[in-house]
Nanobody, 122 residues
Framework: QVQLVESGGGLVQAGDSLRLSCVASGRTFGDYAMGWFRQAPGKDREFVAAISRSGGTANYKDSLKGRFTISRDNSKNTVYLQMDSLKPDDTAVYYC???????????????WGQGTQVTVSS
């Protein structure tokens, strides 16, 4: 089992930045690829970004490239999501997930956090 706890969400204005963190416990963090997903009210959960076990490879939702950056620190069992130039459309609950493979598919992740709310006002 892997326990994931997200933090760093909040209410910000359009154009601001936030950095989300997700701390893992329970198993060896470096054994897992990590992903970030988000779910806005009334919408399906969507892929945001993923990073390989070593942190050497990252993948992003096309429309978020250049604004969002995923990174990880295996010595701290933590994955981050740096979000810049935030827009009201970025408002959602953000979830981190751990899995065997780096994937855009939520179903391929084995463990999930509880989520952290990000609200961007215009």
């Amino acid at each position: 089992q892997v326990q994931l706890v997200e933090s760093g969400g909040g209410l910000v204005q359009a154009g601001d930045s936030l950095r989300l963190s997700c701390v893992a416990s329970g198993r060896t963090f470096g054994d897992y690829a990590m992903g970030w997903f988000r779910q806005a009210p009334g919408k399906d959960r969507e892929f945001v970004a993923a990073i390989s076990r070593s942190g050497g490879t990252a993948n992003y939702k096309d429309s978020l490239k250049g604004r969002f950056t995923i990174s990880r620190d295996n010595s701290k069992n933590t994955v981050y999501l740096q979000m810049d130039s935030l827009k009201p459309d970025d408002t959602a609950v953000y979830y981190c997930a751990a899995g065997q493979l780096m994937s855009v598919r939520a179903s391929l992740y084995d463990f999930w956090g509880q989520g952290t709310q990000v609200t961007v006002s215009s």
